[in-house]
Nanobody
């Protein structure tokens, strides 16, 4: 059974940092792509970052470029999203999803975690 579990979300002040984790079970993580998406109230789910099975291939939304970093720890079967210089507009529920290849279309991701809340506010 494929399972993804996000953790690490919290309340943080603007300019602060968080590290989100996506822990995988039921499959070998390094054979698939993992994407981070976020969804704010009243908005559609949008892509934030993605890492393909090859760690040479990573992608970032323009809105987070230079602030967020996606990494893979194969020994822990976990993907991380390091978020620095957080802004109020980063506030959302963050989800990780499983796909065969990175995509900005959430419909290409067949499995999702339950989400973790990130709130950026003073």
């Amino acid at each position: 059974q494929v399972q993804l579990v996000e953790s690490g979300g919290d309340l943080v002040q603007p300019g602060g940092s968080l590290r989100l984790s996506c822990a995988a079970s039921g499959f070998t993580l390094d054979n698939y792509a993992i994407g981070w998406f976020r969804q704010a109230p009243g908005k559609e789910r949008e892509g934030v970052s993605c890492i393909n099975y090859s760690e040479r291939s990573t992608f970032y939304a323009d809105s987070v470029m230079g602030r967020f970093t996606i990494t893979r720890e194969n020994a822990e079967n976990t993907v991380y999203l390091q978020m620095n210089s957080l802004k109020p507009e980063d506030t959302a529920i963050y989800y990780c999803g499983l796909a065969y290849v990175c995509s900005w279309d959430p419909r290409h991701f067949g499995s999702w975690g339950q989400g973790t809340q990130v709130t950026v506010s003073s």
